[in-house]
């Protein structure tokens, strides 16, 4: 089939996409949004970069792209991640927290038929793990629980005394409270001590480096890994992190057959969205996103959504699983008349606990975005309208873009910086500056 689209089609369907995206609120769990200025790198010469050559030695740099940018990842991504990680040792190759994953089960996971116990996905396990350790070569057992929430322990032990494995991979995805890592950690080394104990935490990164959660690392656990874009706002990325020396070179002596270019401009990006969540707050966004957290699941029980775990607050991290079901709306009809009303939300089976599909939602880049106080009573006001379907949804959407006006805030600073200044001017010319997009600006302008 031929292409149908035109260039000046993609300009403006772009365009149409950002005015609706920023008048409308994502919900998503497991997307965020960042600065404009962690996404400058995007723009520029360094999104065309391969970099290799980390101790900058001389012989090395056989891709010279780089060469003088080498610091930015040097000095600034990787010793931010080891401030805030609490770690010594950095991996920022991921490109995304499935290829940490693959990238952690295959430096980690043993040999050939080695045993990797993960967590089962109806606990809330990452539904690719099996999948991924399996085609990796490895045998696959699972952690359980006694409820949706909570892991077995006795269970754990037993299984880790009996199938001895190489690694206790703890994945948990869909989740409303984070498993007790040290009671996890001490129960596995007492069965297996040459067992190790990696903590996926891509859900939850961004409360961890924002200190709203405990570290891993702390716990006791090997090694962590999390994406950068889900509660952390950043690129779409992943890292590993750990305090051993013997994992860090596991998982490099691994990474260069798995991951060739590491995506350089994002891995810069995220060095300045670590800068800025270390000096603009990212520690009140961490703990604000949990207490967002639990009073939208409050606001939106108490207008007639059943919300998951009220019993236990309802959640301890970003996310609400709603029971959309249990109210007599399929939850997919929930989140069409959601997206109406400019809000986005995942819709989806799966959830421990829930016999169908529920409604998944976050507060974390609602928060990112600046919505507090007051705003989480009007959101929840037009989100409860929306599902029940009481009122038009084009007036949702017009309160939903009210409240995105009301906490966009910074366009003052730019005229008054020259370093926004040259920012900005960097990201018009980025636009501009090569013939071939001189010549496709004639053609979308004709
Ligand atoms: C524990 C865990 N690992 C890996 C992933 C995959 O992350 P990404 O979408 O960044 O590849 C997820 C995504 O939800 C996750 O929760």
């Given at each position: 089939m031929n292409a149908t689209v035109t260039l000046a089609d993609v300009v403006r369907l772009l365009a149409e996409n950002e005015g609706e995206a920023r008048r409308g609120l994502s919900m998503v769990p497991s997307e965020n949004a960042m600065s404009g200025i962690s996404k400058l790198p995007m723009l520029l010469d360094p999104y065309h970069r391969y970099f290799f050559n980390e101790s900058d030695h001389p012989d090395r740099w056989h891709f010279r792209g780089a060469q003088k940018l080498r610091d930015l990842e040097m000095n600034l991504t990787v010793p931010l991640l080891r401030e805030l990680g609490?770690?010594?040792?950095?991996?920022?190759?991921?490109?995304?927290?499935?290829?940490?994953?693959?990238?952690?089960?295959?430096?980690?996971?043993?040999?050939?038929?080695?045993?990797?116990?993960?967590?089962?996905?109806?606990?809330?396990?990452?539904?690719?793990?099996?999948?991924?350790?399996?085609?990796?070569?490895?045998?696959?057992?699972?952690?359980?629980?006694?409820?949706?929430?909570?892991?077995?322990?006795?269970?754990?032990?037993e299984l880790v005394a009996r199938v001895r494995p190489s690694l206790v991979y703890v994945d948990q995805s869909h989740c409303l409270f984070p498993i007790d890592v040290a009671s996890l950690v001490t129960t596995v080394r007492a069965a297996s001590p040459g067992t190790l104990v990696h903590v996926?935490?891509?859900?939850?990164?961004?409360?961890?480096?924002?200190?709203?959660?405990?570290?891993?690392?702390?716990?006791?656990?090997?090694?962590?890994?999390?994406?950068?874009?889900?509660?952390?706002?950043?690129?779409?990325?992943?890292?590993?992190?750990?305090?051993?020396?013997?994992?860090?070179?596991?998982?490099?002596?691994?990474?260069?057959?798995l991951i060739s270019s590491h995506h350089f401009a994002s891995t810069i990006g995220l060095?300045?969205?670590?800068?800025?969540?270390?000096?603009?707050?990212?520690?009140?966004?961490?703990?604000?996103?949990?207490?967002?957290?639990r009073?939208?699941?409050?606001?939106?029980?108490?207008?007639?959504?059943?919300?998951?775990?009220?019993?236990?607050?309802?959640?301890?991290?970003?996310?609400?699983?709603?029971?959309?079901?249990?109210?007599?709306?399929?939850?997919?009809?929930?989140?069409?008349?959601?997206?109406?009303?400019?809000?986005?939300?995942?819709?989806?089976?799966?959830?421990?606990?829930?016999?169908?599909?529920?409604?998944?939602?976050?507060?974390?880049e609602p928060t990112y975005q600046g919505l507090a106080g007051d705003d989480l009573v009007e959101l929840a006001d037009v989100f409860a309208a929306a599902v029940h379907d009481t009122s038009p949804s084009e007036d949702l959407a017009g309160r939903i873009a009210a409240l995105r006006l009301r906490t966009r805030f910074g366009a003052a600073v730019g005229s008054t910086s020259p370093l926004l200044e040259n920012a900005l001017a960097l990201c018009a010319d980025a636009l501009r500056t090569n013939p071939l997009v001189s010549r496709s600006a004639q053609v979308i302008a004709s």
């Open positions: 609490r770690a010594e040792h950095v991996s920022v190759r991921p490109l995304s927290g499935l290829s940490a994953m693959t990238l952690v089960l295959a430096a980690l996971g043993g040999e050939n038929g080695s045993t990797v116990v993960t967590i089962a996905p109806e606990n809330g396990g990452h539904f690719a793990t099996p999948s991924v350790a399996r085609r990796l070569g490895l045998e696959v057992e699972f952690l359980r629980g006694t409820g949706p929430h909570e892991l077995d322990l006795d269970h754990a032990a996926d935490a891509s859900h939850w990164f961004g409360l961890v480096l924002g200190g709203a959660f405990r570290n891993p690392l702390d716990e006791g656990a090997d090694s962590v890994s999390g994406s950068t874009h889900k509660t952390f706002p950043g690129p779409q990325k992943a890292v590993v992190l750990t305090r051993d020396a013997g994992i860090d070179q596991r998982v490099r002596d691994t990474q260069d057959y060095g300045i969205a670590l800068l800025e969540f270390r000096d603009c707050g990212g520690a009140e966004y961490a703990r604000a996103v949990v207490a967002h957290t009073r939208f699941g409050r606001l939106l029980d108490e207008r007639g959504i059943t919300v998951a775990a009220k019993e236990r607050g309802y959640s301890a991290g970003h996310q609400l699983w709603l029971d959309t079901e249990a109210d007599g709306i399929a939850p997919k009809v929930a989140s069409d008349r959601l997206f109406a009303a400019g809000l986005r939300v995942n819709f989806m089976a799966g959830l421990p606990g829930f016999p169908g599909q529920g409604v998944r939602i976050g507060l974390n």
